[in-house]
C-alpha cells in the first residue's frame, strides 16, 4: 500500500537530473519491462512467465474503470431488483426460473416454448459483436470482457496489498516468508472473497435472490446452487487470478475469429511506425531532426497486461484494451511531442500516410451495412414479436393409444387433451369449440357439459389441462372417410367492449374406416 | 545397470541412467497436472474412506459405516417419506369426499389423475393395456361396455375387492362349463353359438338358432337376460352389442359355451393406499367410458 506512493515516484515521476537509467531523458525513465509474450521470446513448452502491469493513467483507463464500475455493478445488483410480475409467479425482475419454468426479464415473462427470443438474443449479441469487431477491433476484449473485467479488478487488489509494478517485482524475489507470505496470503484471500461473491451472485439468477440467499448460509439450498457457487467460485479465482493472459491467447477462440472479423478499415490500437522510428533514447537538448518520437522508455510494455510489445505491429495477443495508449500519450506531452505515437488507427491508414495521403476513415462498409442492418432486423423481429405476443395459448393432443374407440353402439369416439395456456397475469375464462364435425357430442373430464359450449376457467401463469372425448354417431361414421379434419378453437369470454383472444388448432377425428 | 544419469544436451532432461544396447532413454517427468489429479484422487479416495461406507467384511461389524453414516437405502425410505408427507394433504381430501365431488375440483381432480396415471402404469396396464385399451380376456376400460357398472363407485368397488379374487366381498359369478361339464350336447352347443351369433348381428344359420330358443331361455337368460342384454349384477356380459371379451366368432363362442371362460382380478385393497385407489377410480373414469 505504501509502495505506491514510491513507484509513483521512481518511474514517472519529476527524476528531473536525469541521474537515472542510462537513457534517461526529459523525466521519463525507461522500464526495464520485457514483453515476455512477443512473438520473438515465444516458445513451445515454455512455462509461463509472470507479467506485472503497471498502473496507467489516461482517458482509456478512465473509460475502463468506469466500465468496471458499471458492468460488476449489474452484475451484482440486478437479482435483487424487485419486479411484480402478477399472481403466482416470481417478483424478481431478472430471473431464470427452471423450476418454474420462467425466464423473466422486467415486464417480459418468457415460456419454456418461447426459447426462441433467447436465440434471437443471443444471435443478435453475435451481431452486435461483430459489428464491434468490424468498427472497433477487440473492443470487446478489451473493455467489457468478464475475463478483462474480473482480471483488472484482480490486478486492483493485488496492487493495492503488494504495490505497483516495481514493488510486485521486487516482492516476488523475497523468499515465500515474513511479509511476502502476509500479502500473498493476503492477496489470496481477498481474490477467494471475491471469486466467492462472484460465484454466490450467478445463483442469484436462478433462484429468488432473497431466500436463496439466506437458504444458502443456513444450508438449506438445492445442491446444484452449491455446485455452480463453487464452480464460479473456481474459476473466477484460478481464471482472472492465476491464469489471466493464458486464457485470452490459448483457451479463449475469440482471437481466432476476430480476425476473419476485422479489416483494413479496423480501428485497432497501433503504434504509428512511420512517426515512432527510429527510436531511442533522447536527451532534452537534442534534435528531434533525423529521428523518431519513441524514446525506447517502454512504458507501453510495462502497462500490458498481455505481456507484448505493441510497436511489434498487429498481434495475436493483443486485447485492444488501450493501456499503452494512455502510457504513451502521457510520455508524449511530458517530451512536448504530439500524442497519438500509439493509438486507434485503421491498417488502411497507415499504408495511406507511407504514400502521403491524408487519412480516411470508412465506418460504412459492406460489412458493417450487412451487419447493421441483420441487427436492426433480428431487433425489430423481437420488438415486433414481444409487442404482439400472446398471452392466451393453446396445444390439442390427439390421444395416440388408441387412436379411437369403437363403442357399443356403433359411434366412434376420440379423446383430445386441450391445453389452455394462459401467460396472462389474471384468471379468465376461455370457451372451447369444435368446428368441422356435425352431430358429435362432447364430454369434458370433470364438467357437466350441458351444451355445446364448454367453459373452462384458467388461472394466471397456469397450463390448464381439459380432458375431452368426442363422441361421433354411426350415421356420421359411415359417410365419412377414415380421418375428418377439425378445427378446436379458444375463446376468450371477455366484459362487453374488451377485446377477446382467440387461438384455434388443427387436429384430426379418426373414424376407424378404412 | 547402475550407470548415472547424464544430461542431455539436447533436451536439457538427464536419462534414467540405463541403457540397453546403447540406447539410452530420456527419464522425462510426468505432466504436473497429471501428477498432481494423481496426488489429489489420493487424497480424495483416503478422505472418501473415511468418509464413506468402505472396507467390507470388518470382524464384528460387518462393512465400515463411515463417519457421515451414509446409506443409499436410509436416502430412499426418507425420499419416499418426504414424498408422503408432500402428497398428504391432497390424498387426505381425497379419501374425505365423494369422488363425485374430486371430479368437479379442478385442483383435485388434476392431482388424482396424476396419481392414477401412475398407479394405474404400475399395477393395471399390465393386463388392461397402457391407458386402458384392453386385449382379449382383459376388458377395454376405455369404451362404454362395463361388465359390472362403470360410474365411479362401482370401479372403486371393482379396483378395491376384485373379481373372482377370494376376498369375501369380491364380486362374483361363474359361468358353467356346460360342454365340460356334459350340461349339453355338441349339438346344442352349436346352435347356441349360431343363436348368440344371431343376437349380436353376425351371419348365422337361421334353423339352428330357433332349435336354440328353448335352451337359451332354460340355461343362459337368468344371467345374461331374455333378450341377451345381460346383467351386470352378476357380471354377464352384453351379447347384442358388439363387443367380446374373449372373441365373437363362432369358434370362440362356442369355446366360451363349452369351457366357460372368466378372468380374476385381484382385490387391491390390501396393496394400495385408499387415496390410490380412489385416484385409480378417478383416472379409469375419465378414460372415456366413465358413467
Redesign the interface.
Known amino acids: 500500500m505504501t509502495q505506491k506512493k514510491t513507484n509513483k515516484t521512481t518511474i514517472i515521476g519529476g527524476n528531473k537530473t536525469g541521474t537515472g537509467a542510462a537513457h534517461d531523458s526529459h523525466g521519463i525513465e525507461a522500464v526495464d519491462a520485457q514483453a515476455v509474450n512477443s512473438a520473438e521470446s515465444r516458445e513451445l513448452y515454455k512455462s509461463r512467465v509472470q507479467i506485472y502491469p503497471k498502473l496507467a493513467h489516461g482517458l482509456y483507463r478512465k473509460i475502463k474503470w468506469l466500465l468496471l464500475f458499471a458492468t460488476l455493478a449489474i452484475y451484482y445488483i440486478l437479482p435483487w431488483i424487485r419486479w411484480d410480475h402478477g399472481a403466482n409467479a416470481p417478483d424478481q425482475a431478472v430471473l431464470a426460473d427452471f423450476a418454474g419454468r420462467r425466464f423473466y426479464f422486467f415486464w417480459i415473462e418468457l415460456w419454456p416454448q418461447e426459447v426462441y427470443y433467447i436465440t434471437g438474443l443471443l444471435i443478435l449479441g453475435a451481431f452486435s459483436l461483430f459489428l464491434a469487431t468490424a468498427l472497433f477491433g477487440r473492443v470487446w476484449c478489451g473493455y467489457a470482457c468478464p475475463q478483462t473485467i474480473w482480471t483488472d479488478l484482480f490486478i486492483v487488489v493485488e496492487r493495492w496489498i503488494e504495490g505497483d509494478r516495481n514493488a510486485r517485482i521486487k516482492l516476488a524475489k523475497q523468499p515465500m516468508r515474513g511479509q511476502r507470505l502476509m500479502k500473498t496470503v493476503f492477496k489470496h484471500a481477498i481474490w477467494l472473497l471475491i471469486s466467492f461473491v462472484t460465484g454466490a451472485a450467478f445463483i442469484l439468477y436462478f433462484h429468488d435472490a432473497p431466500t436463496i440467499a439466506s437458504a444458502f448460509f443456513l444450508g438449506k439450498a438445492p445442491g446444484s446452487a452449491y455446485l455452480f457457487a463453487g464452480i464460479l467460485t473456481f474459476t473466477t479465482y484460478s481464471l482472472a487470478g492465476l491464469m489471466r493472459e493464458q486464457v485470452c491467447t490459448y483457451l479463449c477462440p475469440w482471437p481466432r475469429i476476430q480476425a476473419a472479423l476485422t479489416d483494413e478499415d479496423t480501428l485497432e490500437v497501433t503504434y504509428r511506425g512511420y512517426r515512432g522510428e527510429p527510436r531511442g533514447p533522447h536527451k532534452k537538448k537534442d534534435s528531434w531532426e533525423g529521428r523518431g518520437d519513441c524514446i525506447d522508455c517502454k512504458l507501453c510494455v510495462a502497462v500490458c497486461p498481455m505481456g507484448i510489445d505493441i510497436r511489434d505491429g498487429d498481434q495475436l495477443e493483443c486485447i485492444n484494451c488501450a493501456l499503452c495508449i494512455d502510457a504513451c500519450d502521457g510520455v508524449m506531452k511530458k517530451i512536448g511531442r504530439p500524442i497519438g505515437l500509439i493509438a486507434y488507427d485503421t491498417e488502411k491508414n497507415r499504408l495511406r500516410h507511407e504514400c502521403g495521403e491524408k487519412p480516411s476513415f470508412s465506418i460504412i462498409r459492406a460489412r458493417t451495412i450487412a451487419y447493421g442492418s441483420l441487427i436492426a432486423l433480428i431487433g425489430a423481429l423481437m420488438v415486433a414479436g414481444l409487442s404482439t405476443r400472446s398471452t392466451l395459448d393453446l396445444n390439442v393432443l390427439r ?1 395416440r ?2 387412436t379411437y ?6 359411434s366412434v ?1 376420440n ?1 383430445y387433451l386441450v391445453k389452455v395456456i394462459n401467460k396472462g397475469t389474471i384468471t379468465r375464462q376461455f370457451e372451447i369449440s369444435f368446428s368441422g364435425l356435425s352431430d358429435y357430442s362432447i ?1 369434458v ?3 357437466k357439459v350441458t351444451s355445446e359450449k364448454v367453459l373452462v ?1 384458467a388461472k394466471a401463469d397456469e397450463v ?2 381439459v ?1 375431452m ?1 368426442v363422441t361421433l354417431p354411426k350415421s356420421q361414421i359411415s359417410v365419412s372417410g377414415s380421418s375428418i379434419p377439425i378445427t378446436i378453437e379458444v375463446i376468450e369470454q371477455v366484459a362487453d367492449g374488451k377485446t377477446a383472444e382467440t387461438q384455434s388448432n388443427k387436429s384430426v377425428f379418426m373414424t376407424g374406416m378404412k | 545397470m547402475t550407470d548415472k544419469p547424464e544430461l542431455d544436451e539436447h533436451s536439457g532432461v538427464y536419462t534414467t541412467g540405463h541403457e540397453w544396447d546403447g540406447i539410452k532413454e530420456l527419464n522425462t517427468p510426468l505432466p504436473k497436472w497429471w501428477l498432481y489429479i494423481n496426488y489429489i484422487s489420493i487424497v480424495w479416495a483416503i478422505i472418501y474412506c473415511i468418509f464413506m461406507p468402505s472396507w467390507p467384511g470388518l470382524p464384528g461389524m460387518g462393512y465400515f459405516k463411515g463417519l457421515r453414516n451414509h446409506s443409499e437405502r436410509a436416502n430412499v425410505a426418507v425420499a419416499l417419506d418426504k414424498l408422503q408427507a408432500a402428497r398428504a394433504a391432497n390424498a387426505q381430501s381425497l379419501t374425505s369426499i365423494s369422488l363425485d365431488q374430486v ?4 385442483d383435485l ?2 392431482f388424482a ?1 396424476a396419481a392414477g396415471r401412475s398407479a394405474f402404469g404400475d399395477n393395471c396396464a399390465t393386463c388392461h393395456g ?2 386402458g ?1 384392453g386385449s382379449v380376456g382383459y376388458p ?1 376400460l ?4 362395463w361388465l359390472w357398472g362403470g360410474n365411479l363407485d362401482e370401479i372403486k368397488q371393482t379396483i378395491t375387492y376384485g373379481i373372482r379374487s377370494g376376498h369375501d366381498e369380491a364380486r362374483f359369478s361363474q359361468m358353467p362349463a356346460f360342454g365340460r361339464d356334459e350340461l349339453l350336447s355338441g349339438s346344442e352347443i352349436s346352435d347356441l353359438t349360431e343363436l348368440v351369433l344371431a343376437m349380436g348381428g353376425s351371419d348365422h344359420d337361421q334353423s339352428a338358432a330357433a332349435r336354440a330358443t328353448t335352451n337359451f331361455e332354460e340355461q343362459c337368460s337368468i344371467c345374461h337376460a331374455e333378450d341377451g342384454t345381460g346383467d351386470r349384477y352378476q357380471g354377464a356380459p ?1 351379447l347384442i ?3 367380446w371379451l374373449f372373441g365373437g366368432s363362432r369358434s370362440e363362442i362356442t369355446e366360451t359355451i363349452a369351457n366357460s371362460r372368466f378372468g380374476i382380478m385381484p382385490n387391491w385393497e390390501q396393496r394400495l393406499q385408499p387415496w390410490t385407489i380412489d385416484s385409480l377410480a378417478v383416472y379409469v373414469h ?1 378414460l ?2 366413465g358413467e
Open positions: 390421444d393409444s388408441p374407440v369403437r363403442l357399443s353402439d356403433g369416439r379423446g364430454k373430464v370433470g364438467q376457467l390448464r389441462n380432458k372425448y | 371430479e368437479n375440483d379442478p381432480l388434476t389423475m397402457s391407458n385399451i377395454a376405455n369404451d362404454d361396455v352384453n352389442d358388439s363387443e375419465s372415456g367410458g
